[in-house]
């Protein structure tokens, strides 16, 4: 081979080596501080919650769950009430429950109602969200008692 071929695949393998290595790094910094949102999207996705929270009325109804705590885990005892629905749970600084858990994602599942149901769904993590030992991967219906795992901690509704 000529010196000017072998020169060509080293500079294509080291363009390559370091298109993987950034890759990498952008991948774990958006696992740690999660996506960049655009300044004109944070806004636009402010009022819409607004908008929606006036709109919504909480509903009390006799024997429906009025929050999530953690009862198993590093963070046992946290809870965030249902009014405030969706609930993220996660890593990020932006859930309502705030995980401790090497085996939670930053934006881990999510907490929602429809109607009187309430619905856990998982948010594409890594290590999955479970009811019992059932891996979820479409928004799955909870009612009181309901045991559901992320990572290492267990989450349920509670009156």
Known sequence: MSELTLFLIRVAFLAILWIF??????????????????????GAEARRERRSAKKR????????????VVTEGSNAGQRAELDQAPILIGRGSDAG??????????????????????????????????IGTVRITQPTTITLGTQVRVGKTIIELRK
């Open 57 to 68: 009325e909480p509903t009390k109804r006799r024997g429906s769950p009025t929050h999530v």
């Open 21 to 42: 290595v950034l890759s990498a790094i952008s991948v774990i910094r958006s696992d740690m501080f999660g996506a960049r949102v655009p300044e004109a999207a944070r």
């Open 97 to 130: 429950i705030r995980l401790d858990d090497d085996y939670v994602s930053t934006r881990h599942a999510r907490i929602a109602a429809s109607g009187d149901q309430w619905f856990v769904e998982d948010l594409g993590s890594t290590n999955g969200t479970y």
